[in-house]
């Protein structure tokens, strides 16, 4: 008998997990009751971050799932009682998603469009749609569409003041991940503020109050607060923006780190190319320096949703973007260029991010034949666009310029500081927990690889002698440069960084 009551005693102990609404259904509670998530956090020990996962489609467990639990049926019996809807209905209107990519976009609306095998609910009014626009249905001509016309762009919706956060608009329909089924992405909320470049120069201001004129001081202030800036400005940039900022995604294996402090199994393509042999006799080498490379790298093919795994020789789908397992082809020109997947020394398939790939697709196509195509194994994409960092990008970078035009070295480090910091801490970094994106991380910075890479070509095609190439901005020619590049310290230009004599 003692062996039956052990047993009754572990089953005893084994309680039934606490069952939790849909995600979607979790923030509409929240939303409903005007609690923000630092309000849920706080009440149930946790971090507003952590709030935001679970609204994203991840679940908690143990004690802290039942206190979830319960908080959520006490405010849907609370709405049950009012008469108030804890869902929203099939036929409320959609979000503010358009209906195509603008005609500027720079991938082409062409690229963006799919047509679907078989019609899927429309993001926009939820009737059948034939196409799928950026990895959404969608209907392409508002006669098909049964939604409200968008609101003119002279006149956006009015955003919420920070704080608590306000009740869900009674016209929200459901976010098209959940219309497919699946899980909606987590939205960052956005903060009241100025003109994105405003937002820049009234810090740099108050930097400067603050510290009575210091520049030196000011500087190391906005520096040091350059990340919760950065995020703060991409909020205010993407107000009105075509696609929600899903800042806290799944992620597979191959973008978590195998140790605490070892790297994923992600390869860059940094480039660390010398030249072996140079022409004979003496030559005067000019290092090139690459201005604002992460800056012009926000504009890549990021993509919005969770990764979707495919595989079994699926091929590369442009309207899509992630990280690829591949098997490069051999490269026969590291007696003049640097290998495009960078200077890797273990043999096989490894995995490589959207930039590598296309460039490597690229090199292997009719325009250049440097190559044979590589041999795409597995991927884990999800729609793309090459726009959605955009209006961040030319923020960041009018301010340089502004900058740059009025001397104020002040601003020009903030902002260098707001890019380079913004794209190292989106991977697993203690320093910023309100994105996590280690699979844009990567993109960007190979993107930077990549357009380095590019400026290596043009000075060879360009009859320089390209003598080195190193990580993201640093280029060593021999030959009569500034006939190939412009000279000056904007993002599309290079300036000198160093002159030496060599052979």
Not at 93 to 122: I, K, Q
Not at 167 to 194: E, I, V, Y
Not at 207 to 214: E, I, P, R, S, T
Not at 247 to 261: E, F, G, I, N
């Amino acid at each position: 008998m003692s062996d039956f009551d052990a047993i009754d005693s572990l089953l005893a102990s084994v309680t039934p997990e606490t069952e939790l609404p849909e995600p979607h259904v979790r923030r509409e509670l929240r939303e409903q009751a005007r609690l923000s998530k630092v309000q849920v956090a706080r009440a149930l020990g946790v971090s507003a971050s952590t709030v935001a996962a679970w609204e994203a489609g991840r679940d908690p467990a143990g004690e802290t799932r039942t206190r979830y639990g319960y908080l959520l049926e006490g405010l849907a019996a609370k709405f049950a009682e009012a008469g108030e809807p804890s869902d929203p209905e099939p036929d409320e209107p959609a979000p503010d998603v358009e209906e195509a990519p603008p005609a500027d976009d720079p991938s082409g609306a062409d690229d963006d469009v799919e047509t679907l095998a078989t019609p899927e609910p429309c993001v926009l009014c939820g009737e059948p749609a034939a196409l799928r626009v950026a990895g959404f249905p969608q209907h392409l001509d508002p006669a098909d569409c049964g939604s409200p016309a968008p609101a003119p762009a002279s006149a956006p919706a009015p955003e919420p003041e920070a704080g608590p956060e306000a009740p869900a608009r009674p016209d929200r329909r459901p976010h098209p991940a959940t219309a497919k089924g699946g899980r909606p992405p987590a939205r960052r909320a956005h903060r009241s503020a100025d003109e994105p470049v405003g937002l820049i120069g009234a810090a740099v201001r108050a930097a400067l109050a603050d510290h009575g004129g210091d520049v030196a001081a000011a500087t190391a202030a906005l520096v040091k607060k350059a990340i919760p800036d950065a995020m703060a400005l991409l909020d205010a940039t993407r107000k009105g923006g075509r696609y929600d900022v899903i800042a806290h995604p799944w992620m597979p294996d191959v973008l978590k780190k195998q140790t605490s402090r070892g790297a994923d199994q992600v390869w860059e393509a940094r480039p660390k190319w010398a030249r072996a042999e140079l022409p004979s006799g003496e030559h005067e080498v000019t290092a090139l320096d690459i201005n604002g490379a992460y800056l012009s790298a926000l504009k890549t093919h990021l993509p919005l949703g969770q990764l979707e795994h495919s595989a079994g020789g699926v091929g590369h789908d442009r309207r899509r973007a992630g990280v690829h397992l591949i098997t490069p082809a051999h490269w026969d020109h590291e007696d003049v260029l640097p290998n495009p997947i960078g200077q890797r020394d273990e043999p096989g398939p490894l995995w490589v991010t959207e930039p590598t790939l296309r460039l490597l697709q690229r090199l292997s196509g009719p325009k250049y034949g440097l190559c044979d195509p590589p041999e795409i194994h597995e991927s884990y994409t999800s729609g793309a666009t090459e726009g959605l960092l955009e209006k961040f990008r030319v923020a960041l970078k009018d301010a340089r310029d502004t900058a740059i035009a009025e001397d104020d070295e002040v601003t020009l480090e903030y902002v260098k500081a707001m890019y380079s910091k913004f794209v190292s801490t989106m991977g697993e970094s203690n320093y910023n927990r309100e994105m996590y994106r280690p699979d844009w991380m990567h993109l960007i910075r190979s993107q930077a690889f990549a357009n380095l890479w590019m400026k290596a070509l043009k000075a060879h095609d360009e009859g320089l002698t390209v003598v080195r190439a190193m990580g993201t901005d640093e280029l060593h020619v021999i030959g009569d440069w500034r006939k190939v590049f412009p000279e000056g310290r904007g993002v599309s230009e290079v300036k000198v960084k160093d002159v030496y004599d060599a052979g």
